[in-house]
DNA sequence: TCTCTGTGCAATCACATGGTTGCACAAAGA
DNA sequence: TCTTTGTGCAACCATGTGATTGCACAGAGA
């Protein structure tokens, strides 16, 4: 259930890739265009934005002779509502485990 | 802001800590016990319970001489509301550019 | 005390990965 | 047509990292 989740947070642990993302929040763009604005080379943009692309967190569109990309919230939103439903689980059985040990009666350490 | 997010994905991003987390979640244990549910060393685990760790997303609670780590989930759940942010943003952005472009007049392409 | 168990630390290794440069090629524009 | 620009592919390199083994040490129990 969880396996499909785990490339996408693979894919949001490098900070480039937050940077091309956080670009193309501000509007599509293309490889180039993000290499202008980036510290990194096109080629290096074009192999992130293929890890995006896999996992759904971006989308490309053929304008020309041009590939624009466009980041997919959906995607985004999907992945949260899937962590904070394993988030909760783990703090419900937590509470309830804490529960139970409060009320047993108190055993004496010395 | 995101800039701490990054370092959460990361460690999200493995298989391997997924399996921790989700033994984890069905109570609280040490790396040695871990070691005998999983099938990678303990030393592996230690490794991963310290990034996991080193991220809020497990605490560690001496008892007696053993180290017993448990799963927190409120981290997942603040994590997963930046995500829900983020991505809703990224779509009403979108659907902005959209709503704008359908209310232009249509251009004639030939 | 002797033994077993759980940690901690270090060295090592293989592989993944982020990054670069270089070259080839296709399409838009002068 | 010639030039520019945007891609695509490949080789290569350095570093990070997941995983292992080995050893040392401290605490709990026989």
Aim: no cysteine; proline share 3%; aromatic share 4%.
């Amino acid at each position: 259930m969880t396996a499909m989740l785990v490339p996408v947070f693979a894919a949001l642990g490098d900070e480039t890739r937050w940077s091309i993302l956080a670009a193309l929040g501000e509007g599509d763009a293309s490889a180039s265009a993000l290499a202008d604005r980036l510290p990194v080379s096109r080629q290096a943009i074009a192999k992130h934005l293929g890890v995006l692309q896999q996992v759904g967190l971006v989308e490309s569109v053929r304008v020309g002779r041009e590939l624009r990309f466009r980041a997919v919230g959906a995607e985004l939103s999907v992945t949260a509502r899937k962590l904070d439903a394993i988030g909760a689980e783990w703090d419900r059985r937590l509470s309830a485990i804490k529960a139970i040990a409060e009320s047993l009666p108190r055993l004496e350490v010395e």
